[in-house]
């Protein structure tokens, strides 16, 4: 390993936090979330993706670890149609709530949704489906919020880019977080790892020119 100090004080910490117990895949887990921020971020900025911002992308990424991508898009995909047909049946039929008890009545019916799906695991036996854990479901289930925070003045147009815009960055952060040879450089690099994407985040910040999608959509008029 070398000396502990200065080159290497990270490492020794995460041997430590090891050796005490905790799990090496929450520590690969916790480290590769600024590189999902920074992807999400860089998609952004650099592609033109806009999703749901960094917070849902990021989360359903780790979600689709724990429940493997199959069955988190479908659980996701259950979420986004029940919370938005709630939503608009609330409108439709001029039920006026407030915020928090709309909300509130918005989750009990996911609530609900996502527990048929659960009591049809037996009939669809999918077994990641069956072995699914409380806290992937719980994580989706309170994303549930902010996707109809975010649709709140949007068409149901921009809400479907949105939400496939989402989907593709989560997928995308799912591939690094599984990537076994970022999660071995992450975790026996992880200075020189956690630099790089500081000093990366930096540069992206300072990027002030045209997005690719941008450069697409008007490259007729760049070329003229």
């Known amino acids: 390993l070398g000396p502990a100090w200065p080159s290497n004080p990270v490492k020794y910490a995460i041997r430590g936090a090891i050796n005490a117990g905790v799990p090496a895949n929450t520590i690969v887990l916790l480290l590769l979330l600024p590189l999902v921020a920074t992807i999400i971020a860089a998609a952004r900025h650099l592609v033109g993706l806009r999703g749901f911002g960094i917070f849902l992308p990021a989360a ?22 029940v919370s938005t047909l709630t939503r608009m049946l609330l409108r439709k039929f001029k039920v006026k709530l407030q915020y928090l008890p709309r909300m509130a009545l918005i989750l009990w019916i996911v609530s609900f949704s ?45 809400a479907i880019n949105l939400t496939t815009e989402t989907l593709i960055l989560a997928l995308v952060s799912y591939f690094f ?13 992880p200075e020189w790892y956690l630099l790089g994407i500081l000093a990366f ?22 070329k003229a």
């Open 60 to 81: 359903l990424s780790v979600v689709f670890v724990a429940t493997r991508p199959v069955v988190g898009i479908g659980l996701f995909l259950i979420i986004v149609t």
């Open 177 to 189: 977080l599984t990537l076994k040879i970022v999660q071995e450089f992450a975790l026996l690099n």
């Open 201 to 222: 985040d930096y540069i992206l910040g300072k990027y002030v020119g045209l997005r690719i999608l941008e450069i697409w959509r008007f490259r007729k008029l760049i």
């Open 114 to 158: 996502v527990l048929g799906v659960l009591f049809a695991a037996p009939v669809i036996r999918h077994p990641d489906l069956t072995n699914v854990s409380i806290f992937p479901i719980l994580i989706m289930a309170l994303l549930a919020e902010d996707f109809i925070r975010v649709q709140l003045g949007k068409s149901i147009k921009t």
